[in-house]
């Protein structure tokens, strides 16, 4: 399997515009992650779906966020507009069952600039 | 958010020697606590997990040491290699899809 796949892998943007970040998770998997990691916070779950179905966003930082996942093989997160703080590496991840029966596999991030 | 707290956030070990990364928990309803290394431009990856029924677990050169009771769990790497050198993360979660990330250790193994 190629694993979970991540677009694109660096992304420069001036503050103000649309950034959509792409995941293609592990197929057969039912559930998916997306994380963000900053040497200030670690990496923070920011949303996550199982079975399509976004169960928990509280980790979205503000509106200026959103997910979606409109089919088993794809999720995206955008982020309108950009802000200099959004710099980070944005990390998916997909699992197989109960994250806390198995393993989370992260595809290799989305690094973020925003200028 | 975040609710584990993970110790040292840098290490430099020689090679051969004995990695110990510490982390502690708040939620006593954690009840699976993994490992994933990290290495520079990759995502994590699952290295070792444990559950809170076993005080120990052990994987070749890693080790999982848990302990319930104070809500500490750690990572020991024995005969620490450079290849080692990688970011670690202790996590925890519990029931349906809830990983929870320490802030990371930056393993250094000199030669």
């Known amino acids: 399997d190629a694993g979970v796949i991540q677009s694109p892998r660096h992304e420069v943007t001036e503050m103000g515009q649309e950034v959509t970040l792409r995941c293609k998770p592990i197929s057969g998997h039912n559930s998916l992650f997306w994380y963000r990691q900053t040497m200030m916070r670690g990496l923070e779950l920011l949303i996550y779906?199982?079975?399509?179905?976004?169960?928990?966003d509280s980790g979205m930082p503000e509106d200026r966020f959103s997910a979606k996942m409109p089919n088993a093989s794809f999720s995206t997160l955008k982020i309108q507009p950009s802000e200099p703080r959004d710099s980070a590496v944005y990390f998916c991840?997909?699992?197989?069952?109960?994250?806390?029966?198995?393993?989370?596999?992260f595809g290799e991030g989305s690094r973020l600039t925003v200028l | 958010q975040q609710q584990v707290k993970q110790s040292p956030q840098s290490l430099i070990v020689q090679k051969g020697g004995i990695s110990i990364i510490n982390c502690a928990y708040e939620?006593?309803?954690?009840?699976?606590f993994p490992w994933y290394q990290q290495f520079p431009g990759k995502g994590p990856a699952l290295l070792i997990a444990i559950r809170p029924d076993v005080s120990e677990k052990k994987e070749g050169r890693f080790t999982i040491s848990f302990n319930k009771s104070a809500k500490q769990f750690s990572l020991h790497i024995m005969d620490s290699q450079p290849g080692d050198s990688a970011t670690y993360f202790c996590?925890?979660?519990?029931?349906?899809?809830?990983?929870?990330f320490g802030a990371g250790t930056r393993l250094t193994v000199k030669p």
């Open positions: 779906f199982n079975n399509n179905v976004p169960i928990d």
């Open positions: 991840a997909s699992s197989l069952g109960q994250v806390n029966t198995g393993e989370l596999f």
């Open positions: 939620n006593t309803a954690f009840d699976y």
């Open positions: 996590a925890a979660s519990m029931v349906w899809n809830d990983m929870r």
